[in-house]
């Protein structure tokens, strides 16, 4: 009985997957609670499907989700890393390289792109942010969190300046500068 159950959930999962109703065949999986080696073929199409249509993040996450081949889903993965970077979306790219364990050096490029692109338009705070959180060398961080600051000042919003004074370690004259004009 527990077999024809599990068979039958194969199949409602794999006919789910073949239509592309994703969160629906995995509520089947749950439902049945389908091991993932009774599924790899249904998952398999899918992510031949997506991969062919150039859908590489879908690949990638079911590659992940399904536990498909490491080869698979980093396969999927660089495609759709590669295609943020084609489109200029460095932040997005460098946060997907990081989720889906791709290179380091993929993740430092993207993150060193977003960060120069957030420079050249003049969203210092967004560069301090994600040289911060991509671990970039401090003079990057100090670089656009000093911009920032000056930005903040200038435009007279002082608590603000302070906040990232204190927040990236700014010299401490520049958190005096911005104490003295909140009182």
Same mark, same amino acid.
């Given at each position: 009985?527990?077999?024809?159950?599990?068979?039958?959930?194969?199949?409602?999962?794999? !006919?789910?997957?073949?239509?592309?109703?994703?969160?629906?065949?995995?509520?089947?999986?749950?439902?049945?609670?389908?091991?993932?080696?009774?599924?790899?073929?249904?998952?398999?199409?899918?992510?031949?499907?997506?991969?062919?249509?150039?859908?590489?993040?879908? !690949?990638?996450?079911?590659?992940?989700?399904?536990?498909?081949?490491?080869d698979l889903?980093?396969?999927?993965?660089?495609?759709? =890393?590669?295609?943020?970077?084609?489109?200029?979306?460095?932040?997005?790219?460098?946060?997907?390289?990081?989720?889906?364990?791709?290179?380091e050096d !993929?993740?430092?490029?993207?993150?060193?792109? !977003? =960060?120069?692109?957030?420079?050249?338009?003049?969203?210092?705070?967004?560069?301090?942010?994600?040289?911060?959180?991509?671990?970039?060398?401090?003079?990057?961080?100090?670089?656009?969190?000093?911009?920032?600051?000056?930005?903040?000042?200038?435009?007279?919003?002082?608590?603000?300046?302070l906040k990232?004074?204190?927040?990236?370690?700014?010299?401490?004259?520049?958190?005096?500068?911005?104490?003295?004009?909140?009182?």
């Amino acid at each position: 009985m527990a077999d024809n159950n599990l068979a039958e959930g194969a199949k409602r999962f794999a !006919a789910k997957m073949d239509l592309g109703a994703y969160q629906e065949a995995a509520k089947v999986k749950s439902d049945f609670g389908l091991p993932n080696d009774m599924l790899t073929d249904a998952v398999r199409r899918a992510y031949d499907s997506n991969m062919k249509k150039g859908e590489y993040s879908l !690949a990638a996450d079911l590659a992940k989700r399904y536990e498909l081949s490491t080869d698979l889903r980093m396969d999927a993965a660089q495609r759709s =890393f590669q295609r943020k970077i084609d489109s200029a979306f460095y932040r997005a790219a460098a946060d997907y390289a990081k989720e889906y364990g791709l290179s380091e050096d !993929a993740i430092r490029m993207a993150a060193i792109s !977003a =960060f120069n692109k957030s420079m050249d338009y003049g969203l210092f705070k967004n560069a301090a942010e994600i040289a911060d959180q991509f671990e970039l060398p401090s003079e990057m961080v100090q670089q656009a969190a000093t911009k920032s600051y000056e930005q903040h000042m200038q435009s007279g919003l002082y608590r603000k300046a302070l906040k990232i004074a204190k927040k990236y370690k700014l010299p401490e004259e520049l958190v005096e500068a911005a104490e003295k004009k909140i009182s």
